[in-house]
Antibody
């Protein structure tokens, strides 16, 4: 079964750090571009960032609201992508999804179930 | 770059629902559409303006021209009630604000 499974969410204080994981199965993870998208409660979808495959030198890009604080990485040997979140703010509270972006579709065709991050004192 | 959607759209069962997504020269880009039901992850329903992934009913269709992309749901059913988001690329990924489709 083709799927993505996020983990690592939880409660963290403002200014703290958290690392999310995105485990893939059922497809060739190493050739895939993986994105992170978040959604605050009752709000819309917000793009966080992405990491491309080895063929594209693992290039990363980030949304303006997280640039400089969040880092995306991957371990193809573990079929897992990561989202390292530092200097967290209350406005980072959201459900975080990882999603696959195949170039031949140019759309997000597989989504994980999401993991909840709450930033609060 | 911004994509603008109506916050809400209402339709009667069996009728056709149209959800629009507006952005500067959006027709020059590929638009995708996602369906999200409460408590669930988004699901891709239309990609590259008008293509349907396998498993998506034929009553879902899309178009994109000028400054507007449109998701059309024919013979709308109660199960189609959900939030719908458009998405495109500019210098980065952009999502519309979402439209809540109510079937009543």
């Amino acid at each position: 079964e083709v799927q993505l499974v996020e983990s690592g969410g939880g409660l963290v204080q403002p200014g703290g750090s958290l690392q999310l994981s995105c485990a893939a199965s059922g497809f060739t993870f190493s050739a895939s571009t993986i994105h992170w998208v978040r959604q605050a409660s009752g709000k819309g979808l917000e793009w966080v960032g992405r990491i491309r495959s080895q063929g594209y030198s693992y290039a990363t890009a980030y949304g303006a609201s997280v640039k400089g604080r969040f880092t995306i990485s991957r371990d193809d040997s573990k079929n897992t992508a990561y989202l390292q979140m530092n200097s967290l703010k209350t406005e980072d509270t959201a459900v975080y999804y990882c999603t696959r972006y195949p170039g031949d579709r140019m759309a997000f065709d597989i989504w994980g179930q999401g993991t909840v991050v709450t930033v609060s004192s | 770059y911004e994509l603008t959607q109506p916050p809400s759209v209402s339709v009667s069962p069996g009728q056709t629902a149209s959800i629009t997504c507006s952005g500067d020269k959006l027709g020059d880009k590929y638009a995708s559409w996602y369906q999200q039901k409460p408590g669930q992850s988004p699901v891709l329903v239309i990609y590259q303006d008008r293509k349907r992934p396998s498993g998506i009913p034929e009553r879902f269709s899309g178009s994109n021209s000028g400054n507007t992309a449109t998701l059309t749901i024919s013979e709308t059913q109660a199960v189609d009630e959900a939030d719908y988001y458009c998405q495109a690329w500019d210098s980065s990924v952009v999502f519309g604000g979402g439209s809540k489709l109510t079937v009543l």
